[in-house]
């Protein structure tokens, strides 16, 4: 076990496993897992997709929260399943290129590279035991669920009659956390059906079931509900902050000119009821206050002066008892966006092969951003 883990008690290691994150499934069985094993395994996958956004600083945030935890975590590329769901062209090669330019990506967000092991599928995928592994899940599994499970990959039910490869993505994705005998399963709240398959088959099937971790998704810059997330599956999650709306994503290569053109336009109410609907404030809960501690706002003399928030909850009763304007908010927000993001810039800076190898995909199949 880590060191850092060996001085925190049972508890504690719990309230750092569940900081911020919107559900575990479940909590005695982790409580139970700590307890019974010195190092347990976690793992989150990935699909080599596109450019990184900001959403990926709360992922990062959880997997050192998980090593902190004692937690050895595996990132897995998923490759294979990629292909399948026709990203960067379907072309395995530029998926690959962008699963090493992503592996920078966290590396520059400061996730501890000597605690977590980067793999990818096409290395699982190889073995004859996975392809079993997949049969045996599948004969467990109703078509009528892996169709439903489809808005794991952003895909909606319908378009399971498409191309039949993808009807095989919720069974792989289960069968990938089974074959790497990982203990808990971790990705934000879209993939819970994914995690709620693999846990369902494992029950019928004998085998040891995956505890599901899930932490939220962060909205895109024009907000929403994510219950209202698409008209034909309320799942969708349409919502959330992603690689394909770059003016309503901010992406962690975005300079501080960027972030700020970008954010003067996002959605900022001041209301209460509207709270998990604003990107702002979701920025600060899951981002900002985790990553740096305080959020600092330098508001002019006329409206206040200076003001300084240490806790997510002392900000929210500011901004929601009009003690302070969207417009100072979102002025706070953008100064501590740059600041987290500034080691990203200097780590690309001093290496940026991969990145420069990604644009070079994205430019090859007419999606440079």
Known sequence: MFHGAIAMDI??????????????VTVDELRTLLIEKEEPTAYIGFEPSGIVHLGWVLVAQKIKDLTDAGFKVTVFWADWHAYINDKLGGDLENIRTC??????????????????????????????????TVI????????????KSMTIMGRSQDEAEVDSSKLFYPILQATDIFCMGQDVAYAGLDQRRAHMLARDAAEKLGWKKPIALHTPLIPGLKGGNRMNAGAKDPDAFDYKMSKSSPDGSIFIHDTREDIARKMKKAYCPPEQEFETENPVLMFCKYILFPRNGTLDIDRPEKY?????FSSYEELTSS????GLSPVDLKSGVIDGLARTLAPVEEYFRNKPENYEAMLGVLKGIGKLR
Do not use: H, Q
């Open 11 to 24: 508890e504690e290691r719990l309230a750092i496993i569940m900081r911020n994150a919107e559900e575990l």
């Open 99 to 132: 699963a090493r330019y992503m592996e920078d990506c966290f590396i520059a967000l400061g996730i501890p590279a000597d605690k977590v092991e980067f793999k990818y599928a096409s290395e699982v995928l190889s073995n004859i035991e996975y392809w079993e």
């Open 136 to 147: 045996k899940v599948a004969k467990v599994t109703t078509l009528a669920r892996v169709k």
């Open 304 to 308: 206040g002066g200076p003001v300084s």
């Open 319 to 322: 901004y929601f008892g009009g």
